[in-house]
């Protein structure tokens, strides 16, 4: 039985973790982190600087502000997390990274295993048709969600740039320009409304021909599951930085 710390345990994703996990029987929560107020089946703790329960991992569906904490705590007691926390800066990504040599990390901007198989699809793609295809990414999620463009659209962008001999620039605002496309480019758009779980598409834009490789998200029970699923997969592991490729290439 694994014993999970869920850090945001209030927030939408929590909530539909919390839920995940009571239908399991190879895991549960046994403590959880989150400054607003609920009621729940385990002990709550505003910091991680308050919490005295023991646990194998911790899952992080919260807010780029309670990092720090986090990895404090972790490092301090030696336990794995899985930082599923979405708008981190490129110095906190960095600070994880450090941060895993220490201890077993898993981060990613999407727990889907969906996103990661059309991450690696899209790399391929950009592989054999760079030069000759103009690459979009379009994401649509929710009115609700704060930051733009998503965490996925912008680790699709990063998976499509590494898979590149010449490095592009990303494009987020065109409205200002009087110009043509550069071709050296990836626009990424930001759409929000309603109630988008999460919509992500690549598009290649070629010569009288287009390729289109998408994802849609139909609940964010996906996420849920993704993330108990690494919790379970980090447990044991050595320190490291890992993240959904492992998962899947382990499968």
Known sequence: ????????????????????????????????????????????FKSFSDMNVDADVIVDFSHPSVLNGLLEFAVAKKMPAVIATTGLSDEQVAKIRETAKEIPLFFSANMSIG??????????????????????????????????????????????????????????????????????????????????????????????????ISHSARSKELFAVGAVNAALYLKGKEPGFYSMKQLIDEK
């Not at 054999?128 to 680790?155: C, R, W, Y």
Request: glycine share 10%; hydrophobic share 40%; charged share 25%.
């Open 115 to 212: 996103i990661s198989l059309i991450s690696e699809l899209a790399a391929k793609a950009a592989r054999v048709l760079e030069g000759s295809f103009d690459i979009e990414i379009v994401e649509a999620h929710h009115n609700q969600k704060i930051d733009a463009p998503s965490g996925t659209a912008l680790m699709l962008a990063n998976s499509i740039s590494d898979a590149l001999t010449e490095k592009p620039h990303y494009e987020f605002d065109r409205h200002s320009k009087r110009q043509k496309r550069d071709k050296n480019e990836i626009g990424i758009h930001a759409i929000r409304g309603g109630t988008i779980v999460g919509e992500h598409e690549i598009i290649f834009a070629g010569l009288d021909e287009i390729i289109k």
């Open 1 to 44: 039985m694994t014993k999970i710390i869920l850090s945001g345990c209030f927030g939408h994703m929590g909530k539909v973790i919390t839920d995940c996990v009571a239908k399991r029987a190879d895991c549960e929560i046994v403590a959880g982190v989150d400054i607003g107020d609920g009621t729940a089946a385990y002990p709550v």
